[in-house]
């Protein structure tokens, strides 16, 4: 058996239909299994049907190294996802539920080698991260709290919201905010209020990004604006506006007041009370970034060290006096420790090309070895891609960009599969099929593996049989 390591798997999906001809597509990862010789590597697919309709399907396969499997006739159509997550032999379909977004389900092999739908489904509240604990699936996010907490103005404060999806008994419970313990405001004793980002577990700690949002109305109205820095009252809105994950209220200082900090949080067990917080100042926020989702990019070395990664979006806030002024960087805490490593720093912005380029995700690829989706300008320039791969050895402090990537890379997909001294990664190419490329952590190096004629593949992981 080939021991595998296995990463959370993320990704942004459609709803379904019947299937056919194909064409071209992206977008929109962690945790451990054991591969066996009657498992199958099973591929979140999109394709498009005749009618011009997107369908999801579920395609199994028994290679990543070579082939070409075919979506028509063959997978297991489901509603699609907004992330995909492999963990302990079962797939989980997590969908943002937001109007009437669909629900969240799961899936299993059977002893015949087939995708089958588990009984259950689950309307979990919207999420904006989410990890892993023993035997639970987290997903969180910040939103409103009780209204039995609310200040004088009815501003509620911001509090942590849980859902936990247990594998094993397919159930769903949420985190109980009544007692206001998970407020999560002035979390950094700055007033500020935080999300969180991320859920690493090491040993029996569980590791997640503390991410500083700015002042909610709660924050920014507390003692007369006791928390807005002087200089920065310009930064407090006026009025309602915004879209999207963009929308603001009135009263909201949007966006952090102090870039040039990255905290970590530190819980003891799933419960998510009472963090210890480590700090540095030597890097900035420690996350990516899409849209309403923030992407992990705290991760456990095989040695349970944990490597926090800042890409540094804060360049990328409109005033200066928000934006960072370190660049994309990482930190180490180590095994057993609750504080930074403060021995431990490298600058991976000044080993990319160019000197000043970020990254836009990264994912543990075995040993000390972490695989990075860089871009290919600047933060700061107009419309950077993420369309080139790297290798960071964390040991030897070393950025080593992936050679043999097909030259019109479009996107890479949101997941990765570690296994035998490669990383895999699915790769969307304008006017062809989605390939798994596999690469060679030691050498950076990528081979061309499977590819799949539909779109786009937005989840993959080896599943071994559960009667």
Known sequence: MNKKI????????????????????DEPAPIGGEETTDGK???????????????????TGESLDE???????NGLKNDGATQWVFYKNYLYALQYNQGNAGTTRSYYLDSNGNVKARDKEFRISRFSSYGAYDDDIITMSTGDGPEAYADSHGYRPQTLLITYLNVFNETSKTNDTSTGEYSMENFLGNGEYVTLSGAEQSGSKLFCGAIPMGLSQYGSAYENGKWIRPGFEHL????????????????????????D????AIYDNAEMLHPTLAKTDKISTPCGRYRSQYYQTIWAAENG??????????????????????????????KDST?????????LEAQTTGGNRSFMRCWPAGGNSFLMVMYDRPLTEKNPAAIELAIFDATAKKLTYVTGLPANVSSFGKTVYTANGKVYIPVNVENEHPTIYGVNTSTAVATKGVSIDGDAVNGFGYMTPID
């Open 261 to 264: 900090e990255c905290w970590v």
């Open 339 to 347: 504080k930074f490593d403060d021995s431990y720093y490298c600058n």
């Open 236 to 259: 407090v809105k006026t009025e309602d506006g915004g879209t999207g994950s963009g929308a603001y209220k009135a009263g909201q200082l949007s966006g952090t007041q102090y870039p």
């Open 41 to 59: 590597y099973v591929f979140a697919t999109q394709a498009t049907s005749t009618g011009g309709n997107t369908v999801n399907l579920l395609v």
């Open 6 to 25: 296995w990463r959370l798997m993320a990704a942004a999906m459609m709803p379904a239909a019947v299937l056919s001809a194909c064409s071209e597509n």
């Open 305 to 334: 060290d944990i490597y926090v990664f800042s890409p540094s979006y804060a360049k990328t806030m409109t005033d200066k006096l928000q934006q960072t002024t370190l660049p994309a960087g990482v930190c180490r805490i180590t």
């Open 67 to 73: 082939g070409e499997l075919s979506v028509v006739n």
